[in-house]
């Protein structure tokens, strides 16, 4: 049965960069549409970026446009996360999460499987 495995969580300072990885060991990633989200306590699960099998293509929220990217590896068992210029308001426990589809979603719901997440503070 497929999992996620996420690592990568760390503490940063503020202007830093991270990456987040995520991977399913034994199956390959290559027919799941990929999405990255992230949660703080006391609010809801929000998106950060997801990326479409189909075609690779990623959508990401305009406030996270352009700090925030998806790759995979060549055998697409893993996917990671790239989070660049990272500010306090970062902090969260970051989630990846799949589902067998051409397309992604934005609705946490609309995935089936969950890795266990990972952590990410930015502080001084």
């Known amino acids: 049965q497929l999992r996620l495995v996420e690592s990568g969580g760390a503490l940063v300072q503020p202007g830093g960069s991270l990456v987040l990885s995520c991977g399913a060991p034994g199956f390959t990633l290559k027919d799941y549409s990929i999405g990255w989200f992230r949660q703080v306590p006391g609010k809801e699960r929000e998106e950060v970026i997801c990326?479409?099998?189909?075609?690779?293509?990623?959508y990401s929220p305009n406030t996270l446009k352009g700090r925030f990217s998806i790759s995979r590896d060549g055998a697409k068992f893993t996917a990671f996360l790239q989070m660049n210029t990272l500010n306090t308001e970062d902090t969260a426990v970051y989630y990846c999460?799949?589902?067998?589809?051409?397309?992604?979603?934005?609705?946490?719901?609309?995935?089936?499987?969950w890795g266990q997440g990972t952590r990410v503070t930015v502080s001084s």
């Open positions: 990326e479409d099998s189909i075609d690779g293509q990623t």
């Open positions: 999460a799949v589902r067998k589809s051409p397309t992604c979603s934005w609705k946490p719901d609309m995935y089936e499987i």
